[in-house]
């Protein structure tokens, strides 16, 4: 069986491994404050082109997301986001667990827009009973989408002013932001990211690292005593140096960029194939997960050979699927999948 | 200006201010556990029939509902309603700040169904990564709901079974149960509430007290220690007895479905006078909340001399709007009002 | 049986009942949005000598202390009070069900320092792993404290000006301020509360209304947004008029002033009665409160015929406990109490 | 610099490290749904001598401790603790973040007693008020404790039958569980663990893995629904079979236990040259963990050349410190620290 399954099948990249290994009996302080995350902090201001932000390392992204949105709303307020939204379907009601209501906004594709935004806080204002409704306080987004999709840098930026005019923070989950990036048509930098948004993520979990995402906070009233946060929410590892040097062996050389292009690559050349075959997509997607809408019967077929996600029923006889490529997926696992795709 | 806006806008029936003065100087224990209490709960077993159940009284609707949903879930659990339920838009968070999502279903008219309970519930166990999921626990619908809508007996069965089936528990929102009961076409008692239903409440506050709601818990694993929970809440009234004593003045010689009746019967009259008219109902209702459909020009005349709620738009030139009436409306307020429309 | 178990036995002061009659067919918006509160929050500001403050009505003491503490702190922050605080004991767990810490400082006689608040702060941040730990963010305490004492112009000046110094908010629980400000030694007036704290509250509930808090929050930061998180916690009374209308009431011709100065006579008397015979107190109390130690067999030789509180061992043969006094205590219950101590 | 400041200051034992990077590139379902999950789970099953536990891994030991607590009550319990409990103290607040207050019991020595358990919950129940106080829900103990002592088997078995008796749940903290079960005069067994207690885990970050901690349900009713719980708190890790196959490579041939022996060993070695000069124990600790009184400025010699905690001041010229071992403590490091000691 050759798992397309998701993009955390396999350990880390071996270059994260050789440095755990490599690291492994420095003694250092605890809980972050070792010399590795500094070094990786640096690492990312010096991406994002700003030293006047804050980077902390968390495990995973659900704990990072719940962190985030905990420490930025008061009691009464809830967080926009797109209905598909992680927080929204995914996280076990993470968000709701720490007081806070989801405000989902309707989305065919995953993604929202400026206008939808300002709409819903309009309308929240508007309201003559506002007081009895959840006041919005946040922006959550994900970029990939939890669809493969992107938003482009004319996108976010609408995103940002619209939130920056309405008082709203925005913050960006970045489980799979390095394959965003690597996508045809991406044209944000991380520079962007850390401008355009008040937080967001470098996932590591999906790109390479055994586990953990650094999560960039430029919002200087967001990152107030957040430690504490992060150690409240069961987030603050420990030997949080294995944070920290996993991203230094990612960021060193650009091995995440490097990584995120190859998987995309792949996973480009697998949609070629669906389309070459004829069959659509379900999202317009250029990132490392591709939604390609096949016939049962192919559908079936394919199973037999290869993991991958059961996505959704479209109609009697058709269905759409999920196929991931990831930083392990080989040369020779995308060769033969498509090999199969053309004989189908 | 004549208020046909809410029904809560004067104090409370005559019959219950003379009760409170006449008990005035009784000295009583406090928090609930006086004679009062003790005498308006035994009332309450009564109308429902039987003896094994619970009866708590509470100061208001957000909650004595925050309070029984937050008794009856674990932390991973979610409470199933109608998307326009009150707990999902008018209780300012009310239910997430006690840690579980409002798992909302859609419906056009504030009602939903048995097979709609049963289809998320099954898609939620169908799911293969439920366990990242909220898991729904209870099930909360209003009668009448807040379009002005009631459920039948068979609509009602249709659901307790489906809850029993799906172990979920099942709480109603009465806080207009009164008016509910009195409309043309219910076929439901107070002992099929308490047969049907885990937990439900019997609305003072529109019905004529100055405040209060009498909260049946008829599933014993619910009520175990549920006066803790009415004190964390805040919901545990020091003076009590102000609570016992005005459900005893509401349910002597049947006072609260007396107010009820004359109520709907003054609400029927409107919403007739409006049909006369030939302006269409938004919802369907039949008891003390009429949402008639007017030209905007109209309604602008009528907003002259009368206090309503505007609720929503419906097209270009026309809205719905909401005219309440209550234990406290008049006679003469309600002939007015229909010369009033007639000469529209 | 004479009740002197709490002043919270009756109803209320006539003059409320009488007013709550006379506007009880006044049609008014709900919430507290009507000219009620709006007038008796007129008169508290007057009273405080202050426009820019904000008064909001609320039904319990509960209800108010967690709303004003949750809209205070972030997720990681805790308050500061004294061991024997009606937070840290007797509003199960109201305090931590919104998630936060009570850091609960040693006293002997339910009052606190400001030197131990400096302390504590202090040792807070003095600790090198700070970040494990709950962040001190507010300091409640209660004037009159739940022992009876109060604090001085100068200590609760003290007070502030730690808090101030620290960044601390500071919050008084005023369930009992009227029988604080009438005790013999007193020299805190309503400017001086509103100038010194934060927040704090005119109690009703235990002063001669039916129920009712009357909030005042100095500090505009602390009251942004407040109403969302009063509906929120469910204190929003839907007649908020009620809570108004018993304050106009308790506020005029200073009725509240002249109501806690009666009951505080009475306790001193009972207290002197008490000392006549030798008894002493547990604390040293002049507010409406009174802890004698008795002997056993005396103790239960006034629980024939009077009822009050049992409130702790002292020895082998001696207990403390109650009386207290209110605004409806008589000059015939104190007589007769003070002559069978006297016969004792 | 030396380090004996506490024991997660290295990254793992070697043949975990192997063993995460012979599975690397295995492909494996997430969430601990993997082979090695299942295989770590049947040997702690064997250890315990019982098939029907359920065993949990997750990332930390704050994590792990909030996730059971918020599993296990009811919104108006709390969790009886030593006032020395880590979660009392070093956790920022996370269990009250769960809307739960820890009830800290008096302890000089960070354990408590089956006695003054019994007497807090009887104290509870014999209170005329206690629906206005947090009940206790569940006991919270540390094996071995913050202050390095351990429970013998006959004070585990009092207290869990006090447990029993008083409807409490009994869980144990394992982070040094290890470490407590090697120390002189341990006579408890995990198949004592998993008898007495409802839950304990198996502590992996501080006895050689990287990160992790094995959780042991043995009451099925804490353990339904419990990876809901682990997701919605953020601790279940994406790739959970990191968590198996470290601790496959712990508990193969006793790694675990061998660890744990061989850095108590240099404690207590540790501990004897410091009484040897005369040096008494703040704590009576047999485990890894000592705590030596010493006079001022030898702790400031020693200091030069170790790191240390500093953990009280005892009197004006002396401080009590800890001294931690762990399984990657070297037997030079103790025998120069020893000479050290020796040549104060």
């Not at 440095?19 to 605890?30: A, C, F, I, S, W």
């Not at 993470?94 to 400026?114: F, M, Q, R, Y």
């Not at 999202?283 to 079936?300: C, G, H, R």
Request: proline residues 3%; charged residues 20%; glycine residues 8%.
């Amino acid at each position: 069986m050759i798992r397309f399954e998701c993009d955390y099948s396999e350990g880390a990249h071996p270059e994260v491994l050789r440095r755990l290994q490599e690291t492994n009996l420095e003694q250092t302080p605890g809980y972050g404050e070792d010399c590795h995350c500094a070094n990786a902090a640096a690492m990312i201001k010096k991406l994002c082109g700003r030293e006047d932000i804050a980077v902390h390392f968390l495990v995973g992204g659900t704990q990072t997301n719940t962190t985030v949105i905990k420490a930025a709303l008061r009691p009464h307020q809830g967080v926009i986001c797109p209905v598909s939204g992680h927080i929204n379907i995914h996280e076990s009601g993470a968000i709701e667990s720490t007081g806070h209501k989801v405000l989902a906004l309707p989305s065919h594709d995953g993604k929202i827009t400026a206008e939808q935004i300002k709409r819903a806080w309009r309308e929240h204002w508007e309201d003559a009973t506002h007081e009895h409704m959840v006041q919005p306080g946040m922006v959550y987004i994900s970029n990939s989408t939890e669809s493969g999709l992107i938003y482009t840098l004319s996108e976010l930026t609408a995103i940002s002013e619209v939130c920056h005019e309405c008082g709203l923070l925005l913050y960006v989950d970045g489980a799979r932001l390095g394959y965003a990036m690597a996508a045809p048509g991406n044209d944000i930098t991380f520079a962007d990211m850390a401008r355009l948004t008040d937080a967001f993520y470098i996932g590591g979990t999906k790109q390479g690292a055994l586990f953990g995402e650094a999560l960039v906070i430029s919002n200087p009233a967001l990152n107030k005593d957040f430690r504490y946060l992060i150690k409240q929410q069961g987030g603050m590892l420990a030997k949080g140096r294995l944070l920290g040097i996993q991203f230094e062996a990612l960021l060193e050389n650009d091995l995440y960029g490097q990584l995120s292009r190859k998987a995309v690559g792949q996973a480009l050349r697998i949609m070629a194939a669906f389309a070459g075959k004829g069959y659509p997509q379900l999202f317009k997607s250029y990132t490392n997960q591709q939604f390609p809408i096949l016939p049962d019967e192919k559908m079936k077929k394919l199973a037999e050979k290869y993991a991958f996600s059961y996505w959704q029923r479209v109609d009697e006889n058709h269905s759409a699927v999920r196929f991931c490529t990831g930083w392990a997926t080989t040369e020779e696992q995308v060769s033969q999948l498509i090999a199969d795709i053309e004989a189908l």
